[in-house]
């Protein structure tokens, strides 16, 4: 079956009115958040959203196929990304074997080797590679984590990331991750910060709950040495991300220096190779690919193939709010945990603000994918519209996810 077209799109999903009213506002409307550009007194921490380099706009990507067949992959960063999709790899892999996804991602890999392959070109990728397996999928009438090796897990543990703690508690979860208020720039005020946070975490989820914590690239090597060193008496699952990626060296001096708390790293690590980097230095103890920004589904099989070898385990970064990392986590036996990042008002049930028709949310801190084929959204044609460079991405009412 030959791809016809491949082209980035936005997807105008139906608002969700949740019957349920509110508590209070989540987490992420008021909790300062540590992040890279923090080092800089015009983007505080205390004004996350306003943070650049946060996210950025949702980028989906349609793949059709010669019978009419489609599937949809989803990625981020908007116009730049939606540029590559169309611009640059539309026109190499259309008319190709839509099935033949390890060659489609070889390809699309070697063709960014000028420009790079480590940013940008591989979120767009990613998206490309998702929208391939949904079509693969729906054509074979088979639920991915079927196609990739079948369930290993009853059902998936969940991990919940929020600083609603109360509220994670209340919805069953039983493994926490809080986020991170401080930059290293702060020196011993912003570890004073941190450990006061994690000390009260600590205390509300109590002694034999999993606590993570994540800087989110806001360290350098200094302070996170300083900082473990004061978390020691909270027992910590691990300590996520605390360098930027390209630091290799600094992750193999923190692996040395800190033995006491496990490293977890790699939501904003692209494409396997850094991975083996990673893996090969034993600089890190649970890999953690975005399977948004990573290459895709295709390459975080990969990622899992090195890390597991070298008896790593993974955890991919916000593997349950997607349909593709829910049936990435359900397929793999070294998958430990999936990440559900709780985002929605307090005291409203996650099935009242369930985004994406068709997917599964947690219950009691657990979650199985729907067994529908491809990924099992159930989003209509109709709500898919055309990507609009001219107004980068189209009006208000396109879902951010």
Same mark, same amino acid.
């Given at each position: 079956?030959?791809?016809?077209?491949?082209?980035?799109?936005? %997807?105008?999903?139906?608002?969700?009115?949740?019957?349920?009213?509110?508590?209070?506002?989540?987490?992420?409307?008021?909790?300062?958040?540590?992040?890279?550009?923090?080092?800089?007194?015009? &983007?505080?921490?205390?004004?996350?959203?306003?943070?650049?380099?946060?996210?950025?706009?949702?980028?989906?990507?349609?793949?059709?196929?010669?019978?009419?067949?489609?599937?949809?992959?989803?990625?981020?960063?908007?116009?730049?990304?939606?540029?590559?999709?169309?611009?640059?790899?539309?026109?190499?892999?259309?008319?190709?074997?839509?099935?033949?996804?390890?060659?489609?991602?070889?390809?699309?890999?070697?063709?960014?080797?000028? &420009?790079?392959?480590?940013?940008?070109?591989?979120?767009?990728?990613?998206?490309?590679?998702?929208?391939?397996?949904?079509?693969?999928?729906?054509?074979?009438?088979?639920?991915?984590?079927?196609?990739?090796?079948?369930?290993?897990?009853?059902?998936?543990?969940?991990?919940?990331?929020?600083?609603?703690?109360?509220?994670?508690?209340?919805?069953?979860?039983?493994?926490?991750?809080?986020?991170?208020?401080?930059?290293?720039?702060?020196?011993?005020?912003?570890?004073?910060?941190?450990?006061?946070?994690?000390?009260?975490?600590?205390?509300?989820?109590?002694?034999?709950?999993?606590?993570?914590?994540?800087?989110?690239?806001?360290?350098?090597?200094?302070?996170?040495?300083?900082?473990?060193?004061?978390?020691?008496?909270?027992?910590?699952?691990?300590?996520?991300?605390?360098?930027?990626?390209?630091?290799?060296?600094?992750?193999?001096?923190?692996?040395?220096?800190?033995?006491?708390?496990?490293?977890?790293?790699?939501?904003?690590?692209?494409?396997?190779?850094?991975?083996?980097?990673?893996?090969?230095?034993?600089?890190?103890?649970? %890999?953690?690919?975005?399977?948004?920004?990573?290459?895709?589904?295709?390459?975080?099989?990969?990622?899992?193939?090195?890390?597991?070898?070298?008896?790593?385990?993974?955890?991919?970064?916000?593997?349950?709010?997607?349909?593709?990392?829910?049936?990435?986590?359900?397929?793999?036996?070294?998958?430990?945990?999936?990440? &559900?990042?709780?985002?929605?008002?307090?005291?409203?049930?996650?099935?009242?603000?369930?985004?994406?028709?068709?997917?599964?949310?947690?219950?009691?801190?657990?979650?199985?994918?729907?067994?529908?084929?491809?990924?099992?959204?159930?989003?209509?044609?109709?709500?898919?519209?055309?990507?609009?460079?001219?107004?980068?991405?189209?009006?208000?009412?396109?879902?951010?996810?």
């Amino acid at each position: 079956m030959k791809i016809r077209e491949i082209r980035a799109v936005n %997807v105008s999903l139906p608002p969700v009115t949740p019957k349920t009213p509110p508590r209070r506002r989540n987490w992420n409307d008021y909790a300062p958040r540590g992040l890279p550009m923090n080092k800089y007194p015009e &983007f505080p921490p205390t004004t996350p959203a306003k943070t650049p380099g946060i996210g950025g706009k949702p980028v989906w990507v349609k793949v059709t196929a010669e019978d009419g067949s489609w599937g949809l992959g989803r990625c981020s960063f908007g116009e730049p990304v939606a540029a590559l999709i169309d611009y640059h790899f539309a026109p190499l892999l259309e008319g190709r074997d839509c099935f033949a996804t390890e060659l489609l991602n070889d390809m699309m890999w070697r063709s960014t080797k000028r &420009f790079g392959s480590l940013g940008l070109s591989a979120v767009a990728q990613s998206g490309i590679d998702l929208a391939l397996w949904d079509l693969k999928g729906k054509l074979l009438q088979q639920p991915v984590y079927r196609l990739i090796g079948g369930p290993s897990h009853d059902k998936i543990r969940c991990y919940c990331t929020s600083d609603d703690l109360d509220w994670s508690l209340e919805l069953g979860f039983k493994a926490f991750k809080v986020s991170n208020p401080a930059h290293y720039i702060q020196g011993i005020e912003g570890i004073d910060q941190v450990e006061e946070k994690i000390a009260k975490a600590r205390e509300m989820v109590g002694a034999h709950a999993e606590l993570m914590f994540n800087p989110v690239m806001s360290y350098d090597v200094e302070f996170t040495i300083r900082l473990a060193e004061r978390l020691r008496p909270y027992q910590l699952r691990w300590l996520e991300e605390p360098l930027i990626p390209e630091d290799l060296e600094g992750h193999v001096q923190i692996r040395r220096a800190i033995t006491w708390i496990p490293l977890a790293t790699g939501e904003d690590h692209h494409t396997r190779i850094p991975f083996r980097q990673l893996v090969e230095h034993r600089c890190v103890d649970v %890999v953690q690919p975005d399977l948004h920004w990573c290459g895709g589904l295709s390459e975080a099989l990969k990622i899992y193939a090195i890390a597991e070898a070298a008896g790593i385990k993974s955890s991919p970064h916000g593997g349950c709010n997607s349909p593709f990392g829910q049936h990435f986590c359900y397929a793999m036996p070294e998958c430990i945990y999936g990440e &559900f990042h709780l985002s929605s008002p307090v005291g409203v049930p996650l099935a009242e603000v369930n985004r994406i028709p068709g997917m599964a949310v947690p219950k009691d801190g657990y979650l199985i994918p729907s067994d529908a084929p491809g990924f099992g959204m159930e989003i209509k044609e109709e709500w898919i519209v055309p990507w609009d460079h001219a107004g980068y991405g189209g009006g208000p009412n396109v879902a951010v996810l």
